[in-house]
């Protein structure tokens, strides 16, 4: 039986966090159904307008990598919006990424953890798009880790990030102004959205790297 009380949001620390989706993710995708969340959904669907928006086409043929991967719900969205190239996935939790791993979507693993003051053994400059849905918080992946993601990305690639928008202000906004500021990125899509889930708004980006 599934408790619903059980969420991450009771999580304190990084390390409690990964505890938290290594215990739950037999039931991961269905605790998710259970709260409506459409992180991903939202992501594919914005993605459509920020290409009709800028002209600015993702190559579905190029590399992607998913961070904080889970169990490949964002993967599965990637190929069936026609993403055909070698899709990566940055994912720490064994559990999580063990059932990702038998939907086949996935060439390589990271298993690393983001940190503000330590870079992953993921490569800088690689990925034409680099993709990130309901991952980063305030608790693990906080907004001093956004540079390292935006680290991934070559020159001239996408970065795409979904968040809960109460994480935006004061936090993730900071940071993304200040690499605008260093001409490490430009912002090309901006949108605050409901139907994240539940009773939750999405922030959505999509950045241009520099």
């Not at 990702?100 to 693993?109: D, L, V």
Request: glycine share 10%.
């Amino acid at each position: 039986m599934i408790d619903y009380n059980d969420t991450v949001y009771n999580a304190k620390t990084p390390a409690e966090e990964l505890g938290y989706y290594e215990r739950i993710a037999g039931h991961y995708e269905e605790k998710l159904r259970g709260i409506n969340y459409l992180g991903s959904e939202l992501c594919f669907k914005a993605l459509k307008e920020f290409e009709e928006k800028t002209g600015i086409i993702v190559p579905r043929d190029g590399k992607c990598i998913d961070v904080g991967a889970g169990t490949g719900m964002s993967g599965e969205e990637l190929r069936r919006a026609g993403f055909t190239g070698v899709v990566d996935a940055l994912e720490p939790s064994d559990n999580m990424y063990s059932i990702a791993e038998q939907k086949g979507i996935y060439s390589n693993r990271y298993s690393d953890m983001l940190s503000p003051d330590k870079e992953t053994s993921v490569a800088a400059n690689w990925y034409d798009f680099v993709i990130s849905c309901g991952v980063f918080n305030n608790r693990s992946a906080t907004s001093g880790c956004f540079p390292e993601v935006v680290r991934f990305a070559k020159k001239g690639g996408i970065l795409a990030v979904v968040m809960n928008n109460d994480y935006w202000e004061g936090y993730f906004d900071i940071v993304i102004k200040s690499l605008e500021e260093e001409k490490v990125i430009q912002v090309k899509y901006l949108e605050s959205v409901d139907g994240y889930c539940d009773d939750k708004a999405a922030r959505i980006l999509f950045l241009y790297k520099l």
